[in-house]
């Protein structure tokens, strides 16, 4: 063999390889990427390479229409990540943005909505904004209630949410109350 068809061949055969490297492993999008990098930090406990990560991710995800679900998840891997960081008000950005897109996508009273809002009152309460968590809160359990009924899990968790912003509001009698009403719900599985 020549020196020529040797080298053609090894041509032949990395070219082929390559190639097959490309149909066998596309190369991986560049949000999933970035999510898939902030979700290994994320389990690691390392918040700062998180939030680079899900920063990445969320530049991806903004070139999406507000209906696509990776910009909401997004939306709620970077609140997390600074809620963790004990960075409140750039948590509350993003849940504030999740509520927004969630009432676009499914109305104002829809189950998702409320567990944005849920997310946002507490997020609120920690930063000391009781006055502002309240009618969040008040508004979670509402919709909750409505779609769920009173002895669901989402309700007692909200209800027990919202007995805490009470108490630390020294507004005891109101919360003594809805403590009774939680002693008298039977749970159920969810499910």
């Known amino acids: ?16 390889l390559l190639y097959l490297k490309t149909v ?17 930090a994320y389990r690691n406990k390392d918040y700062p390479a998180a939030e680079k990560q899900f920063q990445a991710a969320l530049k991806e995800a903004e070139k999406f229409s ?17 809620r963790n960081q004990s960075k409140h008000s750039q948590a509350t950005l993003y849940f504030r943005r999740l509520v927004e897109i969630s009432e676009e996508r499914y109305g104002p009273d829809h189950s998702n909505v409320a567990a944005h809002l ?9 930063q000391g904004k009781l006055d502002e968590a309240e009618p969040l809160y008040r508004r979670s359990l509402a919709i909750w209630e409505k779609h769920l009924g009173l002895d ?16 630390e509001m020294d507004r005891d009698a109101e ?17």
Do not use: C
Not at 24 to 40: F, M, R, S, T, V
Not at 118 to 126: I, S
Not at 152 to 167: C, D, T
């Open 175 to 191: 919360a003594k109350r809805l403590q009774s009403r939680l002693k008298g719900i039977p749970l159920k599985k969810d499910g």
């Open 24 to 40: 066998l492993y596309p190369p991986i999008p560049p949000w999933e990427a970035a999510h898939q990098a902030g979700l290994a």
């Open 1 to 16: 063999m020549t020196r020529i068809k040797i080298i053609a061949l090894i041509v032949l055969v990395v070219g082929s």
């Open 152 to 167: 669901n899990s989402l309700v007692v968790f909200a209800l027990k949410n919202y007995v805490a912003l009470l108490q």
């Open 66 to 82: 507000t209906d696509d679900w990776r910009l909401s998840q997004t939306l709620s891997n970077l609140a997390e990540v600074y």
């Open 118 to 126: 849920n997310n946002l009152a507490g997020n609120l309460r920690v």
